[in-house]
């Protein structure tokens, strides 16, 4: 049964640094993974897909990459606004015909001003 | 441009009543469509996804059901709610199931007392 954990559960960091979030799978057999944003009270909002024969995918100031070998991936936000404060969810999709997703349970991230 | 929907934003319902939520999309034709709910301290779980009008999978045992009385149409029901079914419901949807990313909606806050 697929796992999926993100570390830290939440992150406070002074406006400007840069930050790395993390994500681990217990298996590595996933056809991609994601990095979602939700806003309090508010939706998903999609950030990166990377698929399982990517190794990293990049907008803007934000790097996602994946080791998929070692069931690992990581969201690097470059120049933390306070504006990225938000929770940060990553999910992996396994195999079969459902698309199903199974998701973290995310990093609340605060980027103080 | 595709744009998700799903009313109402809000609701407050006693133990043991009726549930209907909505979801609907609007700018693209023969959606795959699924419903999530976000329960407080836990991740996403899909609850149910359908590929096409009158075509539900039910991921997970529960008292709730899903119809797709409409190509873009999704409504997630409940004869008689529990207090375990509070929660944040969301509803996604995308085109090609292997490859594509999820569009979630604004979500559906339900509280059952």
């Known amino acids: 049964k697929q796992e999926v954990t993100q570390i830290p559960a939440a992150l406070s960091v002074p406006e400007g640094e840069n930050l790395v979030l993390n994500c681990s799978f217990t298996?590595?057999?996933?056809?991609?993974l994601q990095w979602f944003r939700q806003d309090p009270g508010k939706g998903l909002t999609s950030l990166l897909l990377?698929?399982?024969?990517?190794r990293e995918q990049t907008s803007g100031r934000l790097n996602a990459s994946l080791d998929k070998s070692s069931g690992r991936s990581t969201l690097y936000i470059a120049a933390s606004q306070p504006g990225d404060s938000a929770t940060y969810l990553c999910?992996?999709?396994?195999?079969?015909?459902?698309?199903?997703?199974?998701f973290g349970t995310g990093t609340l991230l605060a980027v103080q001003p | 441009s595709q744009t998700i929907h799903q009313w109402p934003a809000t609701l407050v319902q006693p133990v043991g009543s009726p549930l209907s939520l909505e979801c609907t999309v609007e700018?693209?034709?023969?959606?795959?469509l699924y419903w999530y709910r976000q329960a407080a301290g836990r991740g996403l779980q899909l609850l149910f996804y359908?590929?096409?009008?009158?075509?539900i999978s039910s991921e997970v045992p529960q008292n709730l059901s899903a119809s797709r009385p409409q190509d873009r149409q999704f409504i997630l029901s409940s004869k008689k709610l529990l207090l375990s079914d509070s929660g944040f419901y969301l509803c996604?949807?995308?085109?090609?199931?292997?490859?594509?990313?999820?569009?979630f909606g604004p979500g559906t806050r339900l509280t059952v007392l």
């Open positions: 996604a949807w995308n085109k090609e199931l292997s490859t594509d990313t999820q569009y």
């Open positions: 298996d590595s057999a996933i056809y991609n």
């Open positions: 990377i698929q399982s024969s990517q």
């Open positions: 999910a992996v999709r396994g195999g079969g015909a459902t698309n199903k997703l199974i």
């Open positions: 700018g693209t034709s023969n959606p795959n």
């Open positions: 359908s590929i096409g009008i009158g075509q």
